[in-house]
């Protein structure tokens, strides 16, 4: 029967047993008006597979339900509303977080029309057999439903972990509703079960937590803060912020429904070492971080991830969700899918290292299934034990731009398995993985664009590169070289490409792309007019069309059009003086390290106006010297410096120029 909470009037006939965890209605005109439905158990779950209709069942009826909220029911699926061979008509219901089945199940026949509702956080929205059907109009559907006024967004329910379902004061089902309704307020009619009493959404609350807090009675203030991460969620409302001190956290977070900014220190002071020093660590008995139902205002930023064992998702699960996940470090974690992190719908991973994850089957450091940008992460030393993509598995619209994937290993994809999907990818140095086929990118059917990618040094039995399977792909700017492209039942349209051993199509050569310094992992071409004793024959060879968008050593060389690999590429125009080419530069400059964090070796790189007497030096934490790269007359131009730290400890440095009266200091910071 269930444990029910009413308010307002029931009609009809209802029967308490088996199906329908609240109401069950069998052979009857019923009209369920004005009911709360809530937090109802049907026997069984979540071990057994109970019977059908945790909020309501109804069978061979002829129904109305009209403004009621059907939420938090437990069941193992088959609909919070179950329909079966029966005609509904439904408006102002609120049918939400119910995470074992679908939001409604519509079933034998039977008919529905659905109006000025919410249906979201569910399993999945609704289930239509063939011979059903349904038709929506003014109602927000998670995922989308075709209909007049429908829409598709985050109702911005309050707080519906502590059961506040009403709607915030900037939700988008306020006033959206059937124009030819009218609230309470004499206002058009909001979207579902909620007209009245719409609160302040606190956009702006901060949680603070710290491993010397107290959960209670803290309060979660600076002065007084949490001691659990989870607990800090859990209180937090719609777009909360939640900054953790450094500290390690032996926690399994869950965030449920729930727009919240989680991030330590570093999101303050901009220091790594705050994102070495906050730890969440797993305890090896579930993924580290999990979110759920949650939209892009969810975020993760700057911790380090491990020790997380899963089925899926390993240090981070992403499921229909969309977070921004960046700045963080993930290594350690263990999963069947996503060693790393598992991805799906529109995630955002951006700026993070990801290393040493293991799957066993997919995706070692990252298993991506959506519409999922990758940009600008260092993937390094994940496996995948038994199948595919030891950095990287993607399906769908994968986007994989400027990332650094190397290192790792699987049976197919060593550094990415790529497949069914027509996105992009872009931009990224894919070296040194290992496979049984495909060591450095395995594509697997779709048409994905290949533009402006350094594939080099990977190993396998075949296509040590590349590896394309029943894929017609079109790679454009991109460097193959010391490794190979395999074709099998495919046929790539490969235009502006360096590729070892030659290849058909316009543009193309067969001639050493000349890298700076390939042995410590540089793999920017080689200029003269960077100190390079050579040019490299990829410098301007890119396809016309395309300009660099930037023009230093460490970007685009050549002034005509895009030079080929990782490190130049579409983006802008510029205008070049064709007689001098690259000008000079107009100041002197110090960059920011590349790779940063690093492993073992980093390029630093700084510009001169004019000849200079210069040093480079690093220091440790406490100011000790424990480099001199550079001590030397130089002339003007564009210049790099290689700093190989194998001997030295994990954590954070600085880098040092002096170049006649101009002094500069960077930070950086080395993790092995």
């Known amino acids: 029967m269930g444990e029910t909470s009413v308010n307002g009037r029931w009609q009809g006939e209802f029967y308490f047993f088996g199906k329908g965890g609240g109401i069950y209605s069998l052979n009857s005109n019923t009209k369920i008006r004005s009911n709360i439905i809530a937090e109802n158990y049907i026997p069984g779950y979540p071990n057994n597979d109970p019977e059908s209709g945790i909020g309501i069942y109804l069978r061979e009826s002829n129904s109305e339900i009209t403004n009621n909220l059907i939420a938090d029911n437990k069941a193992y699926s088959f609909g919070a509303l179950f329909i079966d061979n029966s005609n509904v008509n439904m408006r102002n219901c609120t049918i939400v977080n119910h995470k074992s089945c679908e939001g409604i199940y519509i079933c034998r026949s039977s008919s529905a029309y659905i109006n000025n509702s919410i249906i979201f956080n569910n399993n999945s929205s609704i289930y239509l057999e063939n011979n059903s059907s349904i038709e929506i109009t003014f109602s927000d559907i998670q995922g989308g439903w075709e209909g007049l006024g429908n829409i ?164 981070i699960e992403c499921y229909e969700s969309s977070p921004t996940i960046e700045h963080n470090i993930v290594f350690g974690n263990y999963a069947r899918e996503g060693g790393g992190i598992k991805a799906l719908r529109n995630a955002i991973l951006e700026d993070n290292i990801i290393r040493n994850n293991t799957a066993s089957y997919r995706g070692g450091g990252i298993f991506s299934l959506g519409t999922i940008s990758i940009t600008g992460n260092y993937i390094s030393s994940n496996v995948s034990l038994t199948y595919k993509g030891g950095g990287i598995y993607a399906e769908g619209l994968t986007d994989i731009s400027f990332n650094i994937v190397e290192g790792n290993e699987a049976d197919q994809g060593g550094g990415i398995f790529y497949c069914s999907s027509n996105s992009s990818i872009n931009n990224n140095l894919i070296n040194n993985n290992i496979a049984n086929s495909g060591g450095g990118v395995y594509i697997r059917s779709g048409r994905p664009l290949l533009t402006n990618n350094t594939v080099v040094n990977n190993l396998s039995n075949g296509g040590s590169g590349i590896y394309l399977d029943n894929t017609n792909p079109t790679i454009i700017n991109t460097i193959i070289y010391y490794n190979s492209l395999y074709v099998y039942y495919s046929d790539p349209n490969c235009n502006y490409c360096a590729i070892q051993g030659g290849w058909t199509g316009e543009g193309n050569i067969d001639d050493d792309p000349l890298f700076c310094d390939p042995e410590n992992g540089d793999f920017h071409l080689m200029a003269t007019y960077c100190g390079d004793p050579y040019d490299s024959p990829c410098i301007d060879m890119g396809k016309p069309s395309i300009l660099d968008s930037l023009l230093d050593c460490s970007w685009g060389l050549g002034g005509e059009r895009s030079d080929m690999g990782a490190y130049s590429g579409e983006g802008g125009t510029v205008d070049i003086d064709d007689d001098t080419g690259l000008p000079l530069p107009q100041q002197t400059s110090l960059s920011q390290n590349y790779p940063n964090p690093f492993n073992a070796s980093t390029i630093i790189k700084y510009e001169l106006p004019k000849q200079s007497q210069v040093t480079v030096d690093v220091y440790d934490i406490l100011g000790r010297r424990v480099a001199s790269l550079v001590d030397d007359d130089q002339v003007a131009g564009y210049h790099q410096v290689i700093w190989s730290a194998e001997d030295v400890a994990s954590g954070v440095y600085f880098y040092k120029i002096q170049a006649g009266e101009y002094i500069e200091t960077k930070k950086m910071m080395l993790v092995k």
Request: proline share 4%; hydrophobic share 30%.
């Open 152 to 315: 598709d967004l985050d109702p911005m329910i309050l707080n519906p972990d502590n059961a506040s379902y009403n709607l915030c004061l900037l939700s988008p089902c306020i006033d959206t509703g059937d124009p030819q309704l009218i609230d309470p307020d004499v206002s058009r009619s909001d979207i579902g079960y909620f007209s009245y009493e719409h609160t302040d959404c606190n956009l702006v609350n901060n949680w603070y937590v710290s491993v010397d807090g107290i959960d209670s009675p803290g309060n979660g203030t600076e002065q007084n803060p949490f001691r659990s991460i989870q607990y800090a969620i859990n209180k937090s409302a719609y777009y909360d912020t939640i900054i953790v001190d450094n500290g390690t956290y032996i926690e399994n977070l869950s965030v449920n429904s729930k727009n919240v900014f989680i991030a330590s220190r570093y999101r303050e002071s901009g220091d790594e070492l705050d994102i070495l020093n906050t730890i969440i660590d797993g305890d090896s008995s579930e993924s580290v971080v999990t979110f759920k139902y949650c939209n892009n205002g969810a975020s993760l930023n700057g911790f380090t991830i491990t020790n997380g064992v899963s089925c899926y998702g390993g240090g």
